[in-house]
């Protein structure tokens, strides 16, 4: 992950995956261009194992703002 660290969840799901390949899935997805459209097979990989973090990173955003805004009302 570009700028970001990997959870072991994370590794551990790239890893079953694409066993013996996760390594070069995650450095073909790292090594694209801002703005260039990414089709590989990494790509898809590389998603699916961040899915439940970034799931669990929005919940936990919305219940943020959800309680801020109770308290401002």
Same mark, same amino acid.
């Given at each position: 992950?570009?700028?970001?660290?990997?959870? &072991?969840?994370?590794?551990?799901? =790239?890893?079953? =995956?694409? &066993?013996?390949?996760?390594?070069?899935? =995650?450095?073909?997805?790292?090594?694209?261009? &801002?703005?260039?459209?990414?089709?590989? &097979?990494?790509?898809?990989?590389?998603?699916?194992?961040?899915?439940?973090?970034?799931?669990?990173?929005?919940?936990? +955003?919305?219940?943020?703002?959800?309680? +801020?805004?109770?308290?401002?009302?």
């Amino acid at each position: 992950m570009r700028g970001g660290i990997w959870i &072991p969840g994370q590794r551990q799901r =790239l890893r079953q =995956l694409a &066993p013996g390949t996760w390594d070069q899935a =995650l450095a073909g997805v790292l090594s694209g261009r &801002p703005g260039q459209q990414d089709d590989g &097979p990494g790509r898809a990989i590389v998603e699916i194992a961040i899915y439940p973090g970034v799931v669990w990173l929005a919940a936990r +955003s919305l219940r943020a703002q959800s309680t +801020s805004h109770r308290e401002a009302s």
